[in-house]
Each structure stands twice: as structure tokens, then as C-alpha cells.
């Protein structure tokens, strides 16, 4: 009788203590993952950021201030997507980001000229080791303050005027005032672009002349400097500058489209080799219809795919 009363106190007890532990389990998976920082499964699985990405790391890219407007919204937009990513957009010119996603100080360099114009001789190399990612189309358009009293200028008119040929706008029909030019420095590829395609010719820097890099504060000059001529992206331009047109043609999107408009470039994202996951995705993330179609065309500039002409690195131009 002992031996059967010791026997079924045991059991009991055993009972009990299962009983306890599965008590213990089924609170454990109800409680808040992180209650009390012992979870062991919480501590170990992998950190999502609060929009549900993976993605993580810092983004740099430098270079054009033509295209910073863009980068630095989509940039916005993306780190709301993604809030593990950090991404700082500096300017400097096409010049500077080429030179500096090159030398791999930065991860991506913007550029509105292909890398062959920037980087030659002893730096070709660095520009074979280049991957373009070709984002969209800047037309570039020449600005000049609202009292010159021209409404566009002819080729040749451009040309006189940034070699120091003609100095007073009355020379080209407009007001008895000097003319001021806005110029950019040679690293600028906004420069690089105007010369090429609106002057068809190099220009030097007059003496008297004035050089800014940074296209708001070139605009904010023009707009503020009696008789001053410059040139800015279509993205730039307001009210507070008058737009020329160029040989007679007005710098609008759907004259860019078609090619009548010639002052125009593809807008480069250049970076060192193929980019790593973070960097792809969010050049991927600029190429989608969210963006191409909202943010592109909102901040003034032209989607790539809606061209209906191309420009090679040698800058010709042909139907597609």
C-alpha cells in the first residue's frame, strides 16, 4: 500500500510540472517579442527597418547641379521607403562627381555629359571603368534679366556675346545696357552642354565675367544683376528670369522630344563598377513609372524613354 500511495504522489507531481511548463510556453509566445529583452528569437532575427525593407547602408553622390534637384527629391522619397538608408547629395559640377566616383570617393557621380568628355588622356581609363545609368533628359536654355529686352537670340547672337564680340544688348535689339555674363567654370557640365549644342564652340573666360557652379545661385544672380545673360536647366527656370528662345525656337519639352530643341543632354548617374545592392536599388527605384512620370516631369526635366531622337558621345544626333 506504501509502495502504490509513493506511486500516484509521483504522478501527480509529474503532472503538475507539465502542466507548468506549458503554461510557461503559451505565455512566452503571447507576450510582446521584445518583453522584459530575454526573447532569444526577438534579439537574433534580422532588424527590418519600419517600411518593411532590408535595405540599409549610406548613399553619396556628388556632381551636377543640374540634376541635384532630382536626386536629392527622389533621394527623399527613397529614404522614406527605406529607413535604414541614408543618402547626402552634394553638387560640385559634372567635373567634380566624375572625377571624385573615379577615384571612389563617392558612390555615384552625376554628370550631364557622357564620362568621355570629362575624363580623358591619362584619366580614360578611369571613365572605361565607369557604368552609366542614364536617368533623363535637361535641356538647357539661356536666361538673361527681364529688362534686356530680347525675347530669344539667334545662334551666331550667343556666340558674340559669350566671346565678348558684342558687350551692350542693344546690339541684339534690346535695351541700351551692358551685358553681364553668368558663366560657369570649366568643370561644369551645364557649360560643357550650352558650348556644345547652342554655341557649337568652346568659349574663354572673359575678363568682367562672373563664374557660378550652382545653378540657384546663378539664377538668383541673373534675376538680380541689371543686363545679365547665363543659362540654366529647364528644371530652374521661373518667372523671376526671361527665357530665351534659340533660333526662334522656344526651349520647351515637347520641342526637346522632337528634336527641334538641340540644347539638351542625358542626365548621368555614373557609378565605380556595377553598385552594390543599396546603390541598385535606388537607381533602380529612379527608373520606375513612380518616378519617370511624377517627380521626372514634375522638376522640369524630360524621361529618357519619352525621346523620340538619341545623342551618342560624339553628339550626334538620330531618329529612333
Not at 50 to 62: E, F, K, T, V, W
Not at 70 to 98: H, P, Y
Not at 236 to 242: A, C, F, I, W
Amino acid at each position: 500500500m506504501q509502495f502504490r500511495k509513493s506511486w500516484i504522489m509521483t504522478l501527480a507531481l509529474t503532472s503538475v510540472l507539465a502542466l507548468s511548463a506549458c503554461g510557461s510556453n503559451n505565455g512566452g509566445n503571447n507576450a510582446p517579442a521584445n518583453a522584459g529583452g530575454n526573447n532569444a528569437a526577438a534579439t537574433n532575427a534580422p532588424t527590418e527597418t519600419s517600411s518593411g525593407s532590408d535595405l540599409s547602408g549610406s548613399i553619396l553622390a556628388s556632381g551636377s547641379t543640374a540634376l541635384q534637384p532630382l536626386v536629392e527629391q527622389v533621394a527623399e522619397k527613397f529614404m522614406d521607403k527605406n529607413a535604414g538608408v541614408d543618402i547626402q547629395v552634394q553638387g560640385g559640377g559634372s567635373g567634380t562627381g566624375l572625377t571624385q566616383v573615379a577615384e571612389k570617393q563617392v558612390d555615384i557621380g552625376n554628370s550631364d555629359v557622357f564620362a568621355e568628355e570629362k575624363l580623358k588622356g591619362d584619366d580614360a581609363e578611369k571613365a572605361a571603368a565607369l557604368v552609366d545609368h542614364q536617368v533623363a533628359v535637361v535641356a538647357i536654355a539661356a536666361v538673361a534679366h527681364k529688362d534686356a529686352g530680347v525675347d530669344g537670340l539667334t545662334k551666331q547672337q550667343l556666340v558674340d556675346i559669350f566671346s565678348g564680340k558684342v558687350t551692350n544688348w542693344k546690339e541684339v535689339g534690346g535695351a541700351d545696357q551692358k551685358i553681364q555674363i553668368i558663366n560657369r567654370p570649366g568643370s561644369s557640365g551645364t557649360r560643357a552642354t550650352f558650348e556644345n549644342f547652342a554655341l557649337g564652340t568652346k568659349t574663354e573666360d572673359l575678363q568682367g565675367s562672373i563664374q557660378e557652379d550652382s545653378s540657384g545661385t546663378v539664377k538668383k544672380m541673373i534675376g538680380e544683376t541689371p543686363g545679365a545673360i547665363g543659362y540654366l536647366a529647364l528644371s530652374y527656370l521661373d518667372d523671376s528670369v526671361k527665357t530665351l528662345s534659340y533660333d526662334g525656337v522656344e526651349p520647351s519639352v515637347d520641342n526637346v522630344i522632337s528634336g527641334k530643341y538641340p540644347v539638351w543632354a542625358y542626365q548621368h548617374m555614373y557609378t565605380n563598377g556595377e553598385p552594390n545592392e543599396t546603390v541598385k536599388a535606388f537607381l533602380d527605384y529612379i527608373m520606375t513609372e513612380e518616378v519617370q512620370t511624377a517627380d521626372v516631369v514634375e522638376l522640369g526635366y524630360i524621361p529618357a524613354l519619352n525621346m523620340q531622337v538619341a545623342r551618342d558621345v560624339e553628339g550626334n544626333v538620330t531618329k529612333k
